[in-house]
């Protein structure tokens, strides 16, 4: 099964064809947004060339499920280094040194893992947390764009509404970078049968 590399769910065979060659593997690390995005990044399957909007019910969506995932992926790990524990305790009294010292060398792997998957899980809450703060400022933006457009036209009130407009731009570019950054925290997706 490969994710789709969009918001939009999962693509047609032809679509996930073409990305099966440029799929990342692994995540980069994630930098905080920037006050001023350059680029928005196309969440849809259509590309045009107006202006893209911010997804926000799909994208507390995505977030949902992919911090449940990453949640239970941890949890799943934990039963496991908890059963490694006993099973290390159990066998101290009576085993041989090369089969103790590979079940540390298994539960420290799992260790480590566990650490790389709580910080991937903080980095998608921080991000998660940007994007509402993001989305607050917005919706202010929009209510404020609503009241000058209202009012009556004065050079004040245009250079005003210039300004939000400006500003309602930004936080819908910042939000949308946001989305992208959050499709490449979701990595890839893989079953490993034991």
């Known amino acids: 099964i490969i994710r789709s590399q969009s ?29 001023k995005v350059k680029k928005a ?13 911010p997804q926000p019910e799909r994208m507390e ?3 949902k499920a992919l911090k449940n995932g990453l949640d239970e992926y941890l949890e799943v790990h934990q039963t496991e280094l908890d059963k490694l524990s ?4 159990d066998m101290k009294r009576n085993s041989r040194l090369g089969v103790l010292y590979e079940l ?9 893992y566990m650490r790389k998957l709580e910080f991937h899980i903080s980095k998608v809450d ?8 993001h989305r607050r400022l ?9 009241a000058y457009g209202l009012s009556p036209a004065s050079k004040a009130a245009r250079e005003s509404l210039s300004e939000i407009n400006k500003t309602y731009k930004e936080y819908t570019e910042n939000m949308c970078s946001i989305e992208g950054e ?12 034991k």
């Open 7 to 35: 918001f939009a769910g999962f693509s047609g065979l032809q679509e996930r064809r073409s990305r099966c060659n440029s799929f990342i593997e692994n995540s980069p690390v994630l930098k905080k947004p920037q006050a």
């Open 41 to 53: 990044h196309h969440l849809g399957h259509k590309s045009n060339n107006s202006a893209k909007e």
């Open 61 to 63: 969506e995505v977030y």
């Open 86 to 89: 006993t099973q290390l305790k």
């Open 104 to 112: 540390d060398k298994q539960m420290k792997a799992i260790e480590r």
């Open 126 to 133: 921080e991000l998660f947390e940007a994007y509402c703060i």
């Open 138 to 146: 917005r919706d202010g933006a929009s209510k404020m764009k609503q």
């Open 182 to 193: 959050l499709e490449n925290l979701m990595g890839e997706f893989c079953i490993k049968m």
